[in-house]
T-cell receptor
Framework: ELKVEQNPLFLSMQEGKNYTIYCNYSTTSDRLYWYRQDPGKSLESLFVLLSNGAVKQEGRLMASLDTKARLSTLHITAAVHDLSATYFCAVDIKVVLIFGTGTRLQVFP | NAGVTQTPKFRVLKTGQSMTLLCAQDMNHEYMYWYRQDPGMGLRLIHYSVGEGTTAKGEVPDGYNVSRLKKQNFLLGLESAAPSQTSVYFC????????????FGPGTRLTVL
């Protein structure tokens, strides 16, 4: 059975700090996506990672993909309150995506 | 472009009632998807379609039916609603030219009493 595991599930961090969210998956795939969801809202695409070693950066967020280790990371640099949200990784299995259970991030002053 | 839209936004049903959720996209995407989101469980795929006139089952298809009569629309039906179907339902679409980046609608919050 395909599993997509994120950790941590909950993350409370202080503004200005750095942290990394991990996404492990159990099957072969070289495509992975990161989404953000604000409370009560829909999912917004953040990053599209399409090959081993892919790295994408947007503002204080940087995502990377290691297909050999079946691992993607979402690194947060100098967190700010506006980054508070739930972050999902999703593994591309040809036609469909399999989502992780999400990491709820709360950034406090 | 409106992107992906869903109707209705909220609905309350009684057990045994039926309803249809409508998803529409104006991006000319080939692939469309229906997910449900429950607390602590991420998104689970219900059904999907790879083109007009096609449908396929996802991870949790029981109790739901779908139709894709037009490329831009994907309908999700509940024939006899059950409390276990209380959830937030999201529709998504993708172009699948180079990748399967999916674009999501705003969601429908359904409560079954």
């Amino acid at each position: 059975e395909l599993k997509v595991e994120q950790n941590p599930l909950f993350l409370s961090m202080q503004e200005g700090k750095n942290y990394t969210i991990y996404c492990n998956y159990s099957t072969t795939s070289d495509r992975l996506y990161w989404y953000r969801q604000d409370p009560g809202k829909s999912l917004e695409s953040l990053f599209v990672l399409l090959s081993n070693g892919a790295v994408k950066q947007e503002g204080r967020l940087m995502a990377s993909l290691d297909t050999k280790a079946r691992l993607s990371t979402l690194h947060i640099t100098a967190a700010v309150h506006d980054l508070s949200a739930t972050y999902f990784c999703a593994v591309d299995i040809k036609v469909v995506l399999i989502f992780g259970t999400g990491t709820r991030l709360q950034v406090f002053p | 472009n409106a992107g992906v839209t869903q109707t209705p936004k909220f609905r309350v049903l009684k057990t045994g009632q039926s309803m249809t959720l409508l998803c529409a996209q104006d991006m000319n995407h080939e692939y469309m998807y229906w997910y449900r989101q429950d607390p602590g469980m991420g998104l689970r795929l219900i059904h999907y379609s790879v083109g007009e006139g096609t449908t396929a089952k996802g991870e949790v298809p029981d109790g739901y039916n779908v139709s894709r009569l037009k490329k831009q629309n994907f309908l999700l039906g509940l024939e006899s609603a059950a409390p276990s179907q209380t959830s937030v339902y999201f529709c998504a679409s993708s172009e699948v030219a180079d990748n399967n980046e999916q674009f999501f609608g705003p969601g429908t919050r359904l409560t079954v009493l």
